[in-house]
């Protein structure tokens, strides 16, 4: 069974960035198509990125040209840069496939707020 471990988040200002990651544990990370996803409070979970096994990249359009996902397949690793930060990207960011096949990680808590 694949489990992960999302780091990075923190409280950013209004227009700053920050480097998520997203550590795997399990035997079929390389193949999968991975995603990041969030949670903000009252909201249904939203997929906002995705990178398949190759390295092609889909974002939802209220993230499209500030977040970038990434993945290292020999690490196991899947990152998500996120730019421009806006006080609507505040929640809860979880990795797992697109489709959330997988058990859910504990997630890291992003807040942007001035």
């Known amino acids: 069974q694949v489990q992960f471990v999302e780091s990075g988040g923190g409280l950013v200002q209004p227009g700053g960035s920050l480097r998520l990651s997203c550590a795997a544990s399990?035997?079929?990370?390389?193949?999968?198509?991975m995603g990041w996803h969030r949670q903000a409070p009252g909201e249904k979970r939203e997929l906002v990125a995705a990178?398949?096994?190759?390295?092609?990249?889909n974002y939802a359009d209220s993230v499209k040209g500030r977040f970038t996902i990434s993945r290292d397949n020999a690490k196991n690793t899947v990152y998500l840069e996120m730019n421009s930060l806006k006080p609507e990207d505040t929640a809860v960011y979880y990795c797992?496939?697109?489709?959330?096949?997988?058990?859910w990680g504990q997630g890291t808590q992003v807040t942007v707020s001035s």
């Open positions: 797992n496939s697109v489709r959330g096949s997988f058990s």
């Open positions: 399990g035997g079929i990370f390389s193949v999968v198509t």
């Open positions: 990178i398949t096994s190759g390295g092609r990249t």
